[in-house]
């Protein structure tokens, strides 16, 4: 029986940290085949897990790295960078006035709007749905009686990966299910 092997461009390479835990969560550290191949060849990772599909050339046939992980460990640095995909990945990718969890419609609200000199920044943006954003309009949330459930704050990089954790990526390998689904702290 032949097992059709997967085409090489459908097989990124889980990435993990020297601690064997992935480099980060969401999105969900992965490279592609050729930059998980160069980083064998340059002896940065360990290959852990393979697929079944190879490459090869005149001089040399390989199967592909499903799971790498990194010789030297990588430390986060402590602040993550205040972006866009940051501020809802804090705000799990919920409004912060009705909970809503609708992509399409999430928008950025200033809590104290720039119009009464509120800033942009991590303390006074929050993941808002485009409805809760014009029902709020130019108010404060005092005035408008609409308070974000968390009091917004910078993150680390630690809480966001946390809550990066909560988002299953939509293909999984199952080589990577044992650094996914297993890396989650024991209830003592
Ligand atoms: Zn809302």
């Known amino acids: ?25 969401f999105p969900l550290s992965l490279w592609s085949w050729q930059d998980a191949l160069k980083a064998v060849f340059l002896d940065r990772v360990d290959v852990v897990a393979q697929y079944d599909t190879s490459v090869h050339s005149q001089n040399f046939e390989m199967r592909l790295p499903s799971v790498v992980s990194l010789k030297t460990f990588v430390k986060h640095s402590r602040a993550p960078a205040f972006t ?50 014009i029902r709020k309009g130019g108010r404060t949330p005092r005035e408008a009686k609409m308070f974000p459930a968390r009091e917004p704050l910078r993150p680390s990089m630690y809480e966001l990966n946390e809550r990066g954790r909560a ?20 209830e003592p």
Not at 90 to 116: G, N
């Open 1 to 25: 029986m032949s097992v059709a092997q997967r085409s090489p461009d459908a097989c990124p390479a889980l990435v993990l940290n020297a601690d064997f835990r992935p480099l980060s969560y």
């Open 167 to 186: 988002f299953p990526p939509h293909y999984l390998h199952e080589s990577w299910q044992d650094f996914l689904y297993w890396d989650c702290e024991l």
């Open 84 to 133: 866009r995909f940051n501020v809802f990945l804090r705000d799990s990718f919920a409004c912060q006035y009705c909970s809503s969890t609708e992509r399409d419609a999430l928008t950025f609200d200033h809590v104290v709007p720039r119009s009464q000199g509120g800033r942009t920044t991590w303390e006074n943006i929050v993941a808002a749905c485009s409805a809760c954003n």
